[in-house]
């Protein structure tokens, strides 16, 4: 039987028990009484009372732990949401302490001042009163300057420069003055900061350095203060964190209007893999959500409710889900359910973890059948006899256990045949995958950097972090190099240009 019982109850059948002699069965008794609390105990330990991860609470009890008006922080979570692996100071959301440098501390300076290696002249070419070309003779002065730094990407190198960049003004011979001035671009306005996020020209870290930063935050899970070592160790090159957190932000800023196409393009797809994950904002519990295309991988930050999901796939989505058994999707007619869920549950029953055993047959029939089904129709067999008599297997052994006394395996049957057009759905259209694996990939990267993270710190934080990713993982499902792209995206939102598309591979 199921090797995970306690050996010296192994065999001990209640058949045995009614034979046992007064003392016998106090001695059985102790034992089961003994092995029930250490369960127990096992069951309800956490990161507050063993030594495993705060990652491994469930979301749900520390929830309940933040209502319950206990420090949200325990002694392993004191991490700054945005700043992983920084002992922070205060964590608790009540603080009333703003991130960032108090007024009046001591800022950040650079121990050696930038030299510019090159300088780039921007002179009005038209005159902004008659339209004039200007030529080059013209009266001119000297209006600003700024010195940005740039990365350059060679064949296996990295090279930052620095660039003074001179702006002018020139005087029109009808007499008018046209100033030549960096871009401004997009911006991010949240009440009660004190300055916008804007994206400008005028800025010291270039388009595709911004990408780098982003690109080690974003993908690589790096922590602002990780990023400030890397840059200084490797490059040589000094920045404080708050403009890496900026850099980071600034790629989230210019991927949200990427990011409203690529909803577009899920609301057109035929079939969409969706998932969600439980996600933290300043220690909040929110969820993550994903959806997968061929072509398009979008996440979203927010509450586990179905507005979330009518906010990806909209009001009318007529093509194909494909999900877990999550409630939300339950009323969208044409969905496939993930199979390896249920492939999951019923290990679970077949391994008797559940019931004095009568679950192990369940259990192990479905797991054979549903891997059986799964290997048929992948090798195009669909309309086969043999297909037909798993089907009809499947079907007949939850309908055999509609009744079962465990719960376990009672509610495993029932979900299969409640559900039933959306576990066979696979069967009859090719397309269909019977797994969510695409999704639950596609979320594996968040759900480490929220290990790591313990998630965003502000509603803004949340909304670049998901765009940003969107941005970078559609990018890799397409086949292109996400930072070229990040580059060309950053530049135009710093001029307030149209973003670039993203490409589709023929
Ligand atoms: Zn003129």
């Known amino acids: 039987m199921n090797a995970r019982f306690a050996p010296e109850l192994l065999n001990l059948t209640p058949a045995d028990i009614a034979k046992m002699s007064p003392a016998e069965t106090q001695a059985a008794l102790s034992l089961a009484l003994d ?30 732990r933040r209502g319950e008006g206990e420090p949200a922080a325990s002694a392993s979570e004191t991490t700054s949401p945005d700043n992983p692996g920084e002992p922070k100071a205060q964590a608790k959301p009540t603080s009333g302490k703003r991130p960032g440098k108090p007024p009046g501390a001591k800022g950040f300076w650079r121990s050696q001042p930038i030299v510019a290696s090159a300088e780039v002249e921007h002179a009005p070419l038209k005159c902004e009163a008659c339209g004039q070309t200007l030529e080059p ?54 009440e009660g900061r004190r300055r916008d996020l804007k994206a400008t020209e005028r800025c010291l870290v270039g388009p595709m350095l911004c990408a780098f930063i982003a690109a080690l935050a974003l993908r690589f899970r790096l922590s602002r203060r990780k990023i400030q070592e890397f840059l200084d160790d490797w490059l040589g090159l000094e920045l404080g964190t708050a403009s890496i957190d900026r850099c980071v932000h600034e790629f989230g800023l210019a991927s949200e209007p990427v990011v409203e196409k690529l909803i577009e393009e899920v609301r057109a797809a035929e079939i969409v893999n969706l998932d969600e994950t439980p996600w933290y ?20 930050i927010g509450s586990r409710r179905k507005e979330e999901l009518v906010a990806l796939i909209g009001e009318a989505f007529l ?25 999951r549950k019923a290990l679970a029953l077949a391994e008797g973890l559940y019931g004095d055993g009568d679950g192990d047959g369940f259990g192990r029939d479905l797991v054979r059948d549903l891997r059986r ?51 066979i759905a696979f069967v009859y259209d090719p397309r269909l995958p019977p797994t969510n694996n695409d ?68």
Request: with cysteine; hydrophobic share 40%.
């Open 439 to 506: 999704a639950e990939r596609a979320l594996r990267h968040a759900v480490i950097a929220r290990r790591i993270s313990y998630g965003t710190r502000t509603g803004e934080g949340s909304r670049f972090y998901a765009a940003g990713l969107s941005v970078i993982e559609t990018c890799r499902k397409r086949g292109l190099d996400p930072w070229a792209y990040a580059r060309d995206l950053i530049a135009a939102a710093r001029t307030g240009a149209t973003a670039p598309a993203i490409p589709v591979a023929a």
């Open 35 to 64: 092995l029930a609390r250490s369960l127990w105990n096992r069951l309800s330990e956490d990161s507050r009372t063993s030594s495993r991860p705060p990652s491994s609470d469930s979301p749900f009890r520390r929830e309940e």
């Open 319 to 343: 093509g194909w889900l494909v999900t877990d058994g999550y409630a939300a999707y339950r009323d969208h007619p044409r969905r496939q359910r993930c199979l390896a869920h249920l492939i």
């Open 137 to 190: 003779e013209c009266e001119r002065k000297k209006t600003s300057a700024h010195i940005s730094l740039e990365l350059t990407r060679g064949d296996m190198s990295l090279k930052i420069e620095a660039t003074k960049h001179v702006y002018f003004a020139a005087r029109c011979r009808c007499g008018h003055e046209t100033v030549e001035q960096p871009g401004v671009g997009m911006s991010s306005h949240v």
């Open 373 to 423: 089904l799964i290997e048929r129709v992948r090798d195009g067999e669909s309309d086969s006899k043999a297909v037909n008599r798993l089907l009809a297997s499947i079907k007949w052994s939850c309908q055999r256990n509609l009744y079962e006394i465990e719960p376990k395996i009672r509610q495993l049957a029932h979900e299969i045949l409640n559900d039933w057009d959306a576990v």
């Open 281 to 300: 904002q300043r220690g909040a519990l929110m969820w993550m959500w994903v959806a997968v295309t061929a072509t398009v991988v979008v996440f979203r």
